[in-house]
């Protein structure tokens, strides 16, 4: 490896032993705590901490129980250093901010904001021609997000929810039927894909795991004091994965979905993955032919429409769904 690199990791990881002894100030941390957080051995992590010693970094060693902890003197401040950016590195910040400009109206979309005005204060001025000439090269068109000034507050809840693992109850408008439901949900995590912010969570109505769109059709979410423990074996980045569209090393999937009023009329304004054709037919009803690798995320969303679909074409995908209807029936009884 160079020896700048080789310099250059050193820096990066005595910096976050660093910030991790600030972070944990009350009980410290052990070497074996930190060389898990580098991924390094615990020699290394003995190395770095004798270099910061030496650099006048105040590191005591203590004692919580029986157990040997590393920990900052009481009353030091860790020197945070202020950011500099180069041109580069500004334009990129720039960038960003713009290509998430269709979460606008997000709880951390504001937040993002605030951070990037505090930033913006840090690009030297010599930067601002470079920044404004390179920025023409560019432009992003991602379709807005739709009234999540409304729902952005339900976005907080259901992440309080999450952190605090506690149940929510969430009031909407079904597509299928257009009554008001209501639900109570176990919140496993937040993502977005495909133009939609998305709920996912254990449903107890359904006894599975349901995604909920932050959309106009949900009117309420309510904040529960009942607890819950998600799943050890569940992982929302493996559990994305598995919906329609993704990277899958299996073998295609091809669906005819018929799909009736009032939901086709909710669906005609979708962008869906895998979606290959949409046919209108009489009635309001519309043929959907998806092609797709992802079997278990279209199975989730054709679910997700209700009484109002009718599935036909592939006899594989036809016979999934029917099972996984008459599980749900059974679940309901």
Partial sequence: MPVKIAEERQVERQWMILKELDRCRVEGATKRHLADLCHVSIRTIERDMLDLSLSQFPIIKDKMGRVTVWKL?????LPYPEVKLNPSESLSLILAEEALSFLAGTPHYHYFRRAMSKLRQSIPAENDRFISDTKRAFAFRFPQLRDMERLSSMISIAEIAYRQQKRLQLTYRSASSGKVNERKVDPYGIYYAYNALRLVGYCHLRKDVREFNFDGRLRH???????????????????????FGGIRNRNSVSALVHVGPPVSRWVKQQTLPGLKNTLDLEDDWIELHFETDGEEGLLRQVLAWGSCVKVLGSEKFKSTYQAEVLQMYRNLI
């Fill in 73 to 77: 003197k009481d009353g030091y401040k």
């Fill in 221 to 243: 979410v309510l904040l529960l004091s009942e607890s819950f423990d998600e799943p050890e074996n569940f992982d929302l980045a493996t559990y994305t994965q598995t919906g």
